[in-house]
Every structure is written in structure tokens, then in C-alpha cells.
């Protein structure tokens, strides 16, 4: 997860390797922060709506000519979610970027999807591990990223979201994993979280916890497909991958930390979240009673040991 006092500088540092050029087929292209997404699991927020163009046409390798990637193995893979940042050489030959991790791609996509640089692709497709043929794609590149359907976000959506909007959210998504809890909606545009420190939960174990308090750390984040990643280890390139846009601390309320296991077995904890204040750009922002559920507490990486 990009952590949010990062996320515009980070996102700058991948779609600006080595100073790239704009390719735009003769337009001048507007640069800076990139990235958002409005598909399943993630979708505009209720007023920041991203204009997504969603195909699934032929396909285009975005280099200086067109190509089809070929496959490896007897069988087409699988398609999967996927999602890459658009960049470009200096050469003007657009290519596929890793949000994790920068790592390059030849990019090919359907034909109605301009990928036009510094935007986010999300959607479904094939990631092969050898670069298009004949040298059809981009220098430096070490792999061929395919997307059979894409949603194309422009650089506008990592924009803060209004506060006002937090008043009608609703957290009834559970997330698993973890000694904490954490609630988002059905977009996974928002998320509330409970989070003990490394090494609190057993001592706070079936204790009221009045907020502030340092063994703790609870807030809304806002975001794009805030989900991507949880629970999961061995990421892989080109998989989805969470993007947090803002973090509102609590100021006040309160919860019981449940008396649960401190080993993954297979059990379920809860609390409620009640008296919540959040303290926004705009000022404090009162929250309703939210019940709080883990389905696999004391589970997933760094826990279940």
C-alpha cells in the first residue's frame, strides 16, 4: 500500500523515469499525478466519479509499429486483474509501468483506448514474461502486459475528496486478517480502521479504549481499490495495488477491543466504533455507531505465527 503522505510524489517518481517524453500521436499531453480507478472491486466515490472508458476490442501494441504478443506455453493464459501506469521513453514509445514497482512492460491494448501517458489502467488481461517480438516494442522493456478490457483514469482523481461526502458513507465491508479492524464501502473508495500498535492487542485485550490513545491508531483513509493487497502475500507484477489519497485521524470516541485469541484459529471478532470524531481539512466530522467485524482475526502475513 502507498502510504498517503507519499502517494503523489511516489506516483511521480514512476511515471517520470529517466525525464519521459509525451506521446501523444501529434497532442501536447499534460503531465503530473496519476491514478485512479472507478471498476469492481473499486468505483467512483459518490462525488468524485472517474470518467473510465471501458473496452474490450482488438488489441494494439502501443509502440512504433503494430504487433501481437505471442503467448508462452501450449495455452493463452489466464486473464486476471490487472493494472499499469502508462509511460513513455524518449523516443515517444508508450509502455506498461508497475506500480509496485516500476518495473517495465510492452503495453498492448484495445484499439479504442488512447493509454495516453501519466494515466492508470485497470482491468483484465495477461502479463507474459518476454517482450513483444521483433523488436515491435520498447527498448528496455522485460515483459508484455495485455489487457483484454481497461478502464483508463486521468490524472485528476488523487485529488482529496470533499469531507462532506464522509457523512453519507457507509462502512459495511469487512476486511480480514490482522489483530485490527478495518470497514470500507462497497467502492473501496473509503475505509475506517482500528489498528493496535506492534505488541498492545494482548495487553488491551477486553479493555474500553477511549481515543486518543497511543496503543492505537484509528482514522478514515480515502483512496482507489483500498482492498487490493489485503491478506495476501507473493504480490505479483501488475496486480492491483492499493492507493491511499488522504488519512483523517480520529480525535475522540471509543471501542471495546475484543477478549480474542491472539492465534490464528479460524475466529471471528468484533466491536463498535461509537462517539466518533474525525478531524478533516474542513474541520471535525461526527461518525454514527459503525460495527466492526474481522472474520480471520490474528490471521495473514505477520500475524499467524
Known amino acids: 500500500m502507498i502510504s498517503p503522505r507519499h502517494a503523489r510524489s511516489a506516483l511521480l517518481s514512476v511515471l517520470t523515469i529517466a525525464t519521459l517524453a509525451a506521446c501523444t500521436d501529434g497532442a501536447e499531453s499534460e503531465s503530473g499525478p496519476v491514478i485512479s480507478t472507478s471498476t ?6 459518490p462525488s468524485t466519479s472517474a470518467a473510465a472508458t471501458s473496452s474490450t476490442t482488438p488489441t494494439t501494441a502501443l509502440a512504433p509499429t503494430t504487433a501481437t504478443p505471442t503467448s508462452t506455453g ?19 514509445c508508450r509502455f506498461a509501468s508497475d506500480l509496485g514497482t516500476s518495473e517495465q512492460a510492452d503495453l498492448v491494448v484495445p484499439d479504442d483506448v488512447a493509454a495516453e501517458e501519466d494515466t492508470l489502467l485497470r482491468g483484465r488481461g495477461s502479463v507474459t514474461d518476454e517482450p ?4 515491435a516494442g520498447c527498448d528496455g522493456s522485460t515483459m508484455t502486459v495485455t489487457f483484454e ?3 483508463q483514469i486521468g490524472p485528476t482523481d488523487l485529488e482529496e475528496p470533499d469531507p462532506a461526502e464522509l457523512e453519507s458513507i457507509v462502512f459495511d465491508q469487512a476486511w480480514e486478517c490482522g489483530r485490527g479492524f478495518t470497514m470500507s464501502d462497497s467502492e473501496q473508495r473509503w475505509a475506517i480502521n482500528i ?13 474500553t479504549i477511549t481515543i486518543p490513545d497511543d496503543r492505537f491508531g484509528v482514522g478514515v483513509t480515502s483512496g482507489i481499490d483500498l482492498i487490493a493487497g489485503n491478506c495476501e502475500t507473493g504480490r505479483e507484477p501488475f496486480d492491483p495495488t492499493s492507493i491511499l489519497v488522504s488519512v483523517w485521524r480520529a480525535t475522540e470516541g ?8 491472539v492465534i490464528c484459529d479460524g475466529s471471528s471478532a468484533s466491536t463498535e466504533l ?3 470524531v474525525v478531524q ?24 499467524d505465527d
Not at 469492481?40 to 466515490?45: C, D, H, L, N, Y
Not at 513483444?132 to 523488436?135: E, F, S, V
Not at 478533516?280 to 500475524?303: Q, S, Y
Open 149 to 151: 478490457s481497461a478502464d
Open 195 to 207: 489498528e493496535p500498535v506492534a505488541g498492545n492487542s494482548t495487553q488491551a485485550a477486553g479493555e
Open 74 to 92: 501450449d495455452e493463452a493464459l489466464e486473464p486476471r486483474p490487472i493494472t499499469a501506469i502508462v509511460a513513455a521513453d524518449e523516443d515517444g
Open 40 to 45: 469492481s472491486p473499486t468505483a467512483a466515490g
Open 254 to 261: 471509543s471501542f471495546v477491543y475484543p477478549d480474542a485469541t
Open 132 to 135: 513483444l517480438p521483433n523488436g
Open 280 to 303: 478533516t481539512p474542513d474541520g471535525p466530522v461526527e461518525l454514527p455507531p459503525i460495527a466492526m467485524v474481522n472474520t480471520a482475526f490474528a490471521c495473514g502475513p505477520g500475524w
Open 274 to 276: 461509537v462517539d466518533a
